[in-house]
């Protein structure tokens, strides 16, 4: 690859922010057989003047991995937007309230809690197993001794559980009442 040292009547101006190199030069007059050619030789000038720059101008690093890096400066040509910057958008009736009133969203903690016993993460709230409501033993069957269930024909524990579902069955119940109504 041939280097190109020719001098051009205005010089290059650089933003190596962008990587871009602007050549004010006009292009040579060309037939359309020798077109793509001329084309060819003035962009590798631009990008070998591009390149000479950047490794000039431009601090090199070595990364941790080995590679090396080209830090870039700040850029200088303002780039215009392609749409129009959004305007702000304007706030509902209840934004507009609850600013006036001092009303603040409430923050959530999420719907997930860490149980220990368990080792995963389990509902805080709602209908599925592991949830803040069901906080039995989380058996549906247990093992009795023989020994333990002649001794005492309801097994241990078995007495809150029942009261305390029949309480629970009562409220329901009773729920379910007043929604009718």
């Known amino acids: 690859m041939a280097t190109t040292t020719d001098q051009k009547a205005q010089p290059y101006t650089f933003d190596l922010g962008h990587m871009l190199v602007t050549d004010p030069n006009p292009l040579p007059s060309y037939t359309t057989s020798n077109k793509e050619e001329l084309l060819t030789q003035t962009a590798r000038g631009c990008a070998q003047a591009l390149i000479n720059q950047l490794l000039t101008a431009c601090p090199i690093t070595r990364a941790d991995d080995g590679a090396l890096q080209i830090t870039l400066p700040t850029p200088e040509t303002h780039l215009p937007r392609e749409k129009p910057v959004p305007k702000e958008k304007e706030k509902t009736k209840w934004e507009k309230f609850a600013e006036k009133k001092g009303i603040k969203p409430k923050k959530r903690d999420g719907k997930m809690k860490f149980d220990e016993g368990k080792g995963e ?41 029942k009261a305390a579902r029949a309480g629970r069955e009562r409220r329901d119940q009773k729920a379910r009442s007043r929604k009718g109504k």
């Open 121 to 161: 993460w389990v509902a805080k709230y709602g209908y599925k197993p592991g949830s803040g409501r069901d906080e039995g033993p989380g058996e549906w069957l247990e093992e009795v001794d023989a020994k333990e269930e002649r001794k005492a024909k309801v097994p241990k524990g078995m007495e809150e559980r």
